[in-house]
Each structure stands twice: as C-alpha cells, then as structure tokens.
C-alpha cells in the first residue's frame, strides 16, 4: 500500500512538466473552497488581491492573470492544502 502510494507521487512530480501547472493549482483551490468551505474572500486575503483575480484564476483565463498573481494563488493555496490535508479522508 504504501509503495503504491509513493509511486502514485513520483507519477504525479513526473507529470508537472507536461501538464499545465495552472490546472493543477486550479484542482488544489478548488478542493480548498468546495471540501475545506474556506471563501474566494479569504483565499484573496490571503493573498492580497481581489476576489476578481481569484474569479478569474478559477474561470481558465490563465493569460489574462498576472504571474504574480497567480503566485500568489499558488503560494497561498499550496499552504492551506498542507495545512488542512489532515482533515481529508484517507484514500
């Protein structure tokens, strides 16, 4: 089980480069707005933008967001997930 588990990881660090990272950031924000119930509002606090920038950040428009912003989404939602990834269920 836990090999699995570790391959799934390496699987997962092999794909980054040909993937688009945006999407998997995307899918990190998301998992903290729908099962962690933390706000756009607060995501934007967090990070010290507008809740316009996380609209926008969420709606695909990835070259209309600045990369500093999109940074910021990052850096911010990469720390909730580490954070709150003890409150999700084992799969």
């Known amino acids: ?7 799934d990881k390496i699987m997962f660090l ?4 040909e ?7 995307k899918a990190f924000l998301e998992i ?3 099962y962690h119930q933390l706000s756009k509002e607060t995501i ?3 990070a010290g933008i507008k809740v316009a920038d996380v609209d926008r950040f969420l709606n695909d428009q ?4 600045d990369a500093e912003i999109k940074y910021k989404i990052a ?5 909730l997930r580490f954070f709150l990834k003890d ?3 084992e799969q």
């Open 62 to 65: 990835w070259e209309k967001t």
């Open 1 to 7: 089980m836990e090999r699995t588990k570790a391959l």
């Open 44 to 46: 934007a606090k967090m």
């Open 87 to 89: 409150n999700e269920p």
């Open 32 to 34: 903290v707005l729908s």
């Open 19 to 25: 993937e688009l990272p945006d999407l998997k950031v």
């Open 14 to 17: 092999a794909m980054i480069p």
């Open 75 to 79: 850096a911010v939602t990469m720390a």
